[in-house]
């Protein structure tokens, strides 16, 4: 099975373990990823702060790669990503004039034809194969984080139950894993402010990485290289601000996976975690 | 309403122009809070989501400057939970992608907003000069921007042992393309 790959800016540089999982699940799955030739940034969290059109017109450069490389579906890993490039196609989609405006701004055809698809809706896909390849079951208690991005706005993006979603979840649960009840399955993280308003994001943070370790979690399981890059990368600020010593791990969902899949550490990428990763056998 | 500040001329308020532009209607929002009770940074805001609905839903200049001239409009990460649970289908969130864009026009952002500012300035600036963004050119330019030298000093090399750190840019081959696309959104109200 061929699908468009837009990895996202981020998969190539602080969360390139994302990147590195993703290409190494795919073959074992069968599916072929086939990269948005020359793709630009989507204007991530910026963009749309900043100008309305530009938040649109970044997102649409990309469609309209994607249309002329003859994709109709492409996967974007990162949420952001896939947020942006779902939101913009939908304004876009309802709003004829506006597209046009837009088309003439990237100064390519812009026929509105590629949908795009996050991580969890291709895994699951292979829902049906995926139990027959777990060789060494993730067998942790998990909290399936699924942040904002990847749920919200509900009626754009169409995925899951935003307020309690479950996809994560089933697939954790197909890898051996078993996934905790717990109460920020979609609360913000304050991934925007990581650099600017550090202080927010070990308070915003500090409640999701304290509430899944209260749940039993032995890990969190993430589908969203900013609620990766927060959640470990900031863990000293967080700790400081909790007043605790947390090292629960927090792992990409495709990560998890290929461990479970018997895929080797080292070409998931989880050495490059600042936290951690090693997941030790667990007891049966 | 005291007649030395007669109601703006239609077409004149913020919300008026909200309607037009983006056709989200404030009349539709009754002030339950929910949008409020569910912001994670609520308790961080000057006014918090749902005040800030209902200075802009009365229409008058002064309030719409009180909007426009709040750190709350700032501190909105965009994570929609308001917009998700509005009973009323308000969709806040895009509401203060309007009134942030209406503060920078005015030149009325708060001071408090400057480093979230020169951040998201940093960042569009790497994406229109390589077309995609370059991790160490942001930093580098946020840090000029906002003065903040040393912040996260520790981070970066333990990053770049990590491989998280490539310290050249990724330079796509439409940049003639992204420059355009600059000048024809954002360059416009430079």
Request: net charge positive.
């Amino acid at each position: 099975m061929k699908i468009g790959y837009y990895p996202g800016c981020s998969l190539l540089g602080s969360s390139r373990e994302f990147d590195e999982s993703v290409r190494a699940l795919a073959p074992a799955l069968g599916l072929e990823l086939v990269e948005v030739p020359d793709w630009n940034c989507c204007g991530a969290s910026s963009a749309h702060v900043l100008d309305h059109h530009l938040a649109l017109a970044l997102p649409a450069r990309i469609l309209a790669q994607a249309e002329a490389a003859g994709l109709t579906e492409i996967l974007a890993p990162c949420a952001a990503c896939y947020n942006r490039l779902s939101t913009a196609r939908d304004a876009l989609e309802k709003d004829p004039a506006l597209a046009r405006e837009i088309e003439a701004v990237i100064d390519l055809p812009l026929a509105g034809t590629v949908r795009i698809v996050n991580i969890l809706e291709v895994l699951d896909r292979f829902k049906d194969v995926l139990p027959g390849k777990i060789t060494r079951p993730f067998a942790h208690k998990v909290a399936c984080y699924y942040g904002c991005l990847l749920v919200r706005p509900p009626k754009v993006l169409k995925f899951d139950r935003a307020e309690d979603p479950q996809s994560m979840d089933r697939l954790m649960a197909a890898a051996g894993a078993e996934p905790r009840e717990w109460n920020f399955k979609t609360e913000c993280c304050g991934a925007a402010f990581s650099v600017t308003r550090t202080d927010l994001v070990a308070k915003m943070s500090g409640k999701i990485v304290d509430n899944a370790v209260k749940h039993g979690a032995e890990a969190i399981v993430v589908a969203c290289p900013m609620c990766q890059s927060n959640l470990d990368m900031r863990r000293p600020e967080i700790n400081a601000h909790l007043g605790a010593e947390h090292t629960i791990p927090v792992l990409f969902i495709t990560q998890a996976l290929g461990l479970a899949m018997g895929i080797d550490a080292n070409q998931l990428g989880l050495q490059r975690h600042m936290v951690p990763a090693v997941m030790a056998p667990a007891a049966v | 309403m005291s007649s030395a500040h007669p109601a703006p001329a239609p077409g004149d308020s913020l919300a008026s122009r909200l309607r037009a532009e983006r056709g989200i209607n404030l009349n539709h929002c009754y002030q339950c809070g929910k949008c409020a009770a569910g912001c994670p940074v609520a308790e961080d805001m000057d006014n918090t989501s749902c005040q800030t609905l209902r200075l802009l839903q009365l229409e008058r200049p002064e309030l719409d400057r009180r909007v426009l001239e709040s750190e709350a409009i700032w501190l909105c990460l965009a994570c929609e939970t308001c917009s998700t649970r509005c009973p009323q289908e308000v969709e806040v969130a895009k509401v203060m992608d309007y009134v942030r864009e209406a503060s920078l026009a005015l030149d009325l952002a708060h001071p408090k907003s400057k480093d979230i500012l020169a951040f998201h300035r940093a960042f569009l600036d790497s994406i229109r000069a390589t077309g995609r963004l370059y991790e160490i050119g942001l930093v580098a330019d946020y840090k000029l921007r906002s003065r903040h030298l040393l912040k996260d000093v520790n981070l970066a090399p333990k990053m770049y042992v990590r491989g998280k750190l490539p310290l050249l840019p990724h330079v796509i081959k439409g940049r003639s393309g992204m420059k355009r696309i600059f000048q024809l959104t954002l360059g416009k109200k430079r």
